[in-house]
């Protein structure tokens, strides 16, 4: 069982979470704000630019299908530890192979790591989250959420100011890779080993096989598949309009161009705000209550986004979008969570299923707007936004006597 944190080591385990949620934001900011300087020193065309973003994706679901692998084998502390180490190598050696080999191989190599990093690590830390939030007994998980968002806002600026100051990606690179390294290490020992992580203490370790089939138990659970419908819909609205709301604004709609920065700025804003300030809104209404609002909330803002007349009203239905989508995916991990003794197992498993549709959600949007045409693509989100409201009462907390009895 666990042992008993006392306030402040439960105080710095939690700014420890927060810190490895801002990292993964951090890290992914500095890649995509130097995307023109690293497509302009390997001298690539966007069809090349395009297979690196494949590759990174590809490992991306590849290291998120490894999370509950890699928790089951050394546990979530550990495993957050490498899997940071990994992709801050990853992010130095896109700068590296860039700039200073000018070798697409290395730079490739870099985002395979960075990717497989990445994607392991968002499933630890969000086992990690639910499992802080299930000991302070209040909705905290959309904070964390908040925090990569932070991240994201932070490595962009850094990202603006280096290349503004004629900073190479090596070095920009590097330097974000040496400091995600230290948070690494520092984060590292101030969380705890948990149970409810796949950390039990030494004298109760089961055999890490063991281990691994409690992983996987939760694919054979029906709540873990619709969970997984209420966070594909969501993943999608969030995942698609940070790949296509910009493009969209400008190409779809034909307004000037950086109105689609705008546009992004305005989604990004209403999306964090919500996730800062609306546990106590679930708190008060319930899961399944804040969740179809939101839905409701989301699907009109991508309808008045495709269908509105002028760029004003295309920012309103940005900033719904937004906040509709903002909840989703954190309340997913929370309602898997429910269980103490399976948290990890099935926190594993939902974030699976959203960081998929996350991740491989755009590129097919992608495809089809080639036939159908951008806007008329995102039709498909509304659809899918409907069906997560829809399905939204899987997230409704398990009564006492559904969750597995503790044992000493």
């Known amino acids: 069982m666990d042992?008993?944190?006392?306030?402040?080591q439960f105080a710095r385990w939690r700014i420890a979470i927060f810190a490895i949620f801002l990292a993964s934001g951090l890290s992914i900011a500095t890649w995509a704000s130097r995307v023109p300087g690293i497509k302009e020193a390997l001298g690539f065309d966007n069809a090349q630019v395009g297979l690196l973003l494949l590759g990174m994706g590809i490992s991306s679901i590849v290291g998120i299908s490894a999370g509950p692998a890699i928790m089951a084998r050394i546990g979530a502390r550990r495993g957050m530890l490498l899997s940071m180490l990994t992709f801050a190598t990853g992010i130095a050696l896109v700068g590296i192979g860039a700039d200073l080999l000018g070798s697409p191989a290395v730079v490739l190599l870099g985002m395979a790591l960075f990717g497989?990093?990445?994607?392991?690590?968002?499933?630890?830390?969000?086992?990690?989250?639910?499992?802080?939030?299930?000991?302070?007994?209040?909705t905290i998980l959309p904070v964390f959420h908040a925090f990569f968002s932070f991240g994201t806002v932070i490595g962009a600026g850094i990202g603006a100011l280096a290349a503004g100051l004629g900073l190479?990606?090596?070095?920009?690179?590097?330097?974000?890779?040496?400091?995600?390294?230290?948070?690494?290490?520092?984060?590292f020992a101030q969380v705890p080993d948990r149970e409810a992580a796949l950390d039990p203490e030494p004298q109760e370790k089961p055999h890490w096989r063991e281990r691994m089939h409690t992983a996987l138990e939760a694919w054979r659970e029906p709540r873990t598949y619709l969970l997984g419908i209420v966070m594909l819909g969501m993943s999608f609205a969030e995942g698609g309009a940070n790949d296509w709301i910009a493009l969209g604004t400008e190409q779809g709609h034909g307004f000037a161009a950086g109105?689609?920065?705008?546009?992004?700025?305005?989604f990004s804003i209403g999306m964090t705000v919500v996730r800062l300030f609306g546990g106590p809104l679930v708190d008060r209404f319930g899961r399944?209550?804040?969740?179809?609002?939101?839905?409701?909330?989301?699907?009109?803002?991508?309808?008045?986004?495709?269908?509105?007349?002028?760029?004003?009203?295309?920012?309103?239905?940005?900033?719904?979008?937004?906040?509709?989508?903002?909840?989703?995916?954190?309340?997913?991990?929370?309602?898997a969570a429910d269980d103490p003794a399976k948290a990890a197992a099935r926190v594993s498993a939902a974030a699976?299923?959203?960081?998929?549709?996350?991740?491989?959600?755009?590129p097919v949007l992608g495809i089809i707007s080639e036939h159908i045409g951008l806007l008329n693509t995102l039709f498909i989100l509304v659809a899918l936004v409907v069906a997560s409201g829809l399905f939204s009462g899987a997230a409704r907390p398990l009564r006492e006597d559904e969750k597995t009895p503790a044992t000493k």
């Open 288 to 335: 399944v209550t804040v969740l179809r609002v939101l839905a409701v909330t989301a699907a009109a803002g991508i309808l008045l986004f495709i269908l509105a007349p002028t760029l004003p009203l295309v920012f309103v239905g940005a900033a719904l979008w937004g906040i509709g989508a903002s909840l989703g995916f954190p309340l997913g991990m929370s309602a």
């Open 168 to 187: 190479n990606v090596a070095m920009h690179a590097g330097a974000m890779g040496i400091l995600i390294a230290v948070l690494a290490v520092l984060c």
């Open 352 to 362: 699976t299923i959203g960081y998929v549709a996350f991740l491989g959600g755009p």
């Open 116 to 138: 497989l990093g990445n994607g392991a690590v968002d499933v630890m830390m969000n086992v990690e989250a639910t499992a802080i939030e299930q000991q302070m007994g209040k």
């Open 259 to 266: 109105t689609g920065a705008v546009s992004l700025a305005i």
């Open 3 to 8: 042992s008993t944190l006392t306030r402040s």
